[in-house]
């Protein structure tokens, strides 16, 4: 009996996790990189403000 409600607890967090990701546009990708190649601020900060993991960045 656990395994319907576990398919509905997996869709549920499916859910939440397809709704809460965000999408970058081309320009938000573009700009974030270009700020980052100016140096004005280290690319941890960058991160941080931009609230991206470093690895993201750099990928």
Do not use: W
Not at 2 to 30: A, C, L, N, Y
Not at 36 to 45: D, K, T
Request: contains cysteine.
């Amino acid at each position: 009996m656990e395994t319907p409600k576990k398919k509905s607890t997996e869709k549920f967090v499916k859910d939440i996790r397809k709704h809460t990701r965000r999408i970058f546009t081309s320009e938000q990708k573009i700009l974030i990189v270009m700020e980052g190649l100016r140096a004005e601020i280290s690319v941890a900060e960058l991160c941080r403000k931009h609230n991206i993991a470093q690895s993201q960045f750099y990928s």
